[in-house]
């Protein structure tokens, strides 16, 4: 059971570029949501999901897609990278009854030049 | 909409000894949780312990406990018996309480170093 797995732990990223953070649980949880951590502001909520074909915006959406087309896998995309994209991308997971701790990834660390 | 704020940015406490972290929020609801997430510099983030807003009785896990006042929006977190693997990031959380209701609301974060 490797609970909620992220690829890749560290990027550099050129302005304009393309690319996208790989999320994955192994825990069927229906619930699945993208934050993005920034100094002094604590993590914020970029989009989630909560079953596969299901995603909504959270707090921070702007920049970022993403697609649920399974249970596990709940990627993170950046269509045009920009300097304010830089930031701790963390994907978070949680059954969506009973107690549903969230469980987090270990992070993506984004850097945007 | 909710909002979390943590106000001490920084604390420090000698090992052994307690200290306490601070956290406020602001909400409409009456059915919610809170939490206080640890996050160490290996930057996983860790649930150190949960508070459902209907129970009157302050949660408690080992030498962490927290002071939990529904009516002044306050949600301390007390460490006691510091060690130095307290040393983190620790993050006040807001949930609603609705079933199905995930998101996350965070305060700011407060640094926590432990003296040895």
């Known amino acids: 059971n490797a609970g909620v797995t992220q690829t890749p732990k560290f990027q550099v990223l050129k302005t304009g570029q393309s690319m996208t953070l790989q999320c994955a649980q192994d825990m069927n949880h229906e619930y699945m949501s993208w934050y993005r951590q920034d100094p002094g502001m604590g993590l914020r909520l970029i989009h989630y999901?909560?079953?596969?074909?299901?995603?909504d915006q959270g707090e921070v959406p702007n920049g970022y897609n993403v697609s649920r087309s399974t249970t596990e896998d709940f990627p993170l995309r950046l269509l045009s990278a920009a300097p304010s994209q830089t930031s701790v991308y963390f994907c978070a997971s949680s059954r969506l009854a009973g107690h549903n701790e969230q469980f987090f990834g270990p992070g993506t660390r984004l850097t945007v030049l | 909409a909710q909002t979390v704020t943590q106000s001490q940015p920084e604390m420090s406490v000698q090992e052994a000894e307690t200290v306490t972290l601070s956290c406020t929020y602001d909400t409409s609801e009456s059915d919610y949780y809170l939490f206080w997430y640890k996050q160490p510099p290996s930057r996983q983030m860790i649930l150190v312990i949960r508070q459902e807003a209907y129970k009157q009785q302050n949660a408690t896990e080992n030498r962490f406990s927290v002071n939990f006042q529904k009516a002044a929006k306050s949600f301390s977190l007390k460490i006691s018996d510091s060690q130095l693997g307290d040393a983190a990031m620790y993050f006040c959380?807001?949930?609603?309480?609705?079933?199905?209701?995930?998101?996350?609301?965070f305060g700011q974060g407060t640094r926590l170093t432990i003296n040895p």
């Open positions: 959380a807001y949930r609603r309480g609705i079933q199905g209701a995930q998101k996350l609301v």
């Open positions: 999901s909560v079953g596969a074909g299901i995603t």
